[in-house]
């Protein structure tokens, strides 16, 4: 039966698994040794008990062993800063290419607890907490202690992150050589220019287009220099189909997991499945296995109406994602249910078109990014999407110190309050959550108990 | 029967017991919060059933409600502050479409719809300048009562201008404007407005009319004016505005109770 257990109940079930004869890839074993690296947040949450999310799992925390064994086979690895979802597609094109997302780093202070000082660091670069908790980058950067530092780094710049942008050139002014290339920020055309509708929905003049692809042209260079391969259109087009399995499954994944009867598949496990969809975590042949399995999984419970969580849970659409993985643990103990979610690269989970010479498909997508248009343009895809997965509430989780959420939140809660009069609530999660756990889950539990008052005729 | 509501918020502890079919209140009590919170709230409880005249076998349901619910070892069940105070001010001021409940430790906006449920609702979820806190500390700063805030900022003309945004930060303020001469009742007057001010940031652009002003520092004389100045819109003082969380709590545990 599906369920959630903790740290400790995983060890004595991999045991069971194990000796039952399941078959695991060598990156594999009882999650609790992650906590021996100072994952000691793991001790904290609650899992999925299915194999395959014991599979996710040891796949994303045994990414840095990947980076270093990539690296002694000869492999260059590439840093693809703030890029969500399109650098890497390009990259896995190339068979000696790995390419990882430093950003991930935003992570450790929470999985760490903190204990790793990389905040610190950041503090003393003049980078403090008034940045998203990104900034734990630069510590990582400087310690070199959970990923190798890469052979290239590609940041995008220009309609992104603010934030992001200051810590990367602070990142660039310690030096880490940098390939910049600019993303505009994306409008609807005028009238008198050429337009192109993007994937996902959204409309940019065609110049918006073409100037990413010749961004994206200075990329592909830099790319075949450290690789030594060229990197042609049939390359990338097969680059694009496998990008475009990892989506196909998150795709159906998500759909089963936020519209089933029963909730097939947990938050926690779900947040971590659709981030694999940006930076596949550095292995993506791997990761569409890891997903295909996880999509089993979840269709067989739904085949067999299984799940957990009460069925009257509150459907909530989460946006943003949130900086202590244990908060969705707390959401659903709270009575809540995800029933849809924006973690800020939608467009990475849209199909990459196939049909277009593949750089300016990868530019199509570049543009459709949520983040580098406007906060209404978010706000209406979202819209949809509540729509789509029939949420009841829309739930904004705020990243301190990040300034899109900072500036957006409140926005996408008017439109979506104004279209689909629905309950809206906005919380901040910071890297760690222990002290605060009291008033999150007051704002947990009473936006559930709003949306079972409202059920009520 | 008997139903009890008790809202354990961050600085005091209060409990309303109401007569389940009538909804009428029978009794209710306040206490300050302490470290023993559930033995404060047993012990409040206890006084406030004796001075009735009630036996603890007459009290169907407890619900609790507020920032220590889960610590309150006598309560059925809890509910949130949010739902809570919600049913409290709305069985108290019927039309109100708007609760701005401004406590201790926090502050918050809840939206009702027009049947009186909790649409949504914002919460002051960064710092204490927009709480009670704040003016726990300012009258600790200038050596007088909280009780006398409301009376000494009414004789303010000219409100002293706090501009930050963080309640230690503003603390500095306060001294150098002492230090400059500045009226007490200016100081006292301009850290309402700072308060209102930040309280009113939760409210968008859209705010639903009549707006209820409920929580303990709604007792604070002149806040509902500053309120009021910084909202541009009337606002109304609850009836009883510490107790309407706890009146809520306690409406619910009625509802509990006749429902099933």
Redesign the interface.
Known sequence: MPGQITLQEWDQRYEQLRKAGLHQPDYSGPLSRHVEDGDTRLLKLRYDNSAAALRLWNFLLTEEDRLHKARAEGKKLVGTMKDLGTIPVMAYSLDNLVAFYPDGAWWIPCVMELNTGLLKIADKLGIDESFCPVRAMLGAFLTGAHFPIPDLLTCSVGATCDDFSAIAQRLNGLGYPILWWEIPHRHPPEPDEAAVKLPGGFSAPKSQVEFVESQLQHIKTAFEDLSGQRLDEKKLSTGIKKANKVRTYLAELRQLAFTAPQCPMPALEMLIAEMLAIHFCSDRNETIVVLKGLLEEVKARVRAGIGFLSPDAARIFWVNPVADLQVMNLFEDCGGRICGTEYLFTHALDAIPQDLPPTEALAQMALADPMVGSSIDRASRICNDVRIFGAEALLISRIPGASHCALEGQIIGEIVRDKLNIPVVELEVPPLTDSIRPALRTRLEALVETVRARRKK | MICAGIDAGSRTIKIVLIEADTLKVITKGLTDQGVEQDKLTSGLFRKLLKNSGIDKKDVGRIIATG?GR?AVSIADTT?????CHAVGVRYLVPDAETIIDIGGE?SKLIRLDRSG???????N??CAAGTGRFLEVVARRLGVDIGSLGRMAAKSHSPAPISSMCVVFAETEIIGLLASGTAREDIIAGVQAAIAARVTALT???IDLPIVFTGGVAMVSGMDTALQSALGQTVTVSPDPQMTGALGAAILAAKHITHY
């Open positions: 920032y889960n509910i949130t502050e949010i739902t926090d449920r909790v649409r949504d609702f914002a919460m979820d960064r968008g652009r859209n």
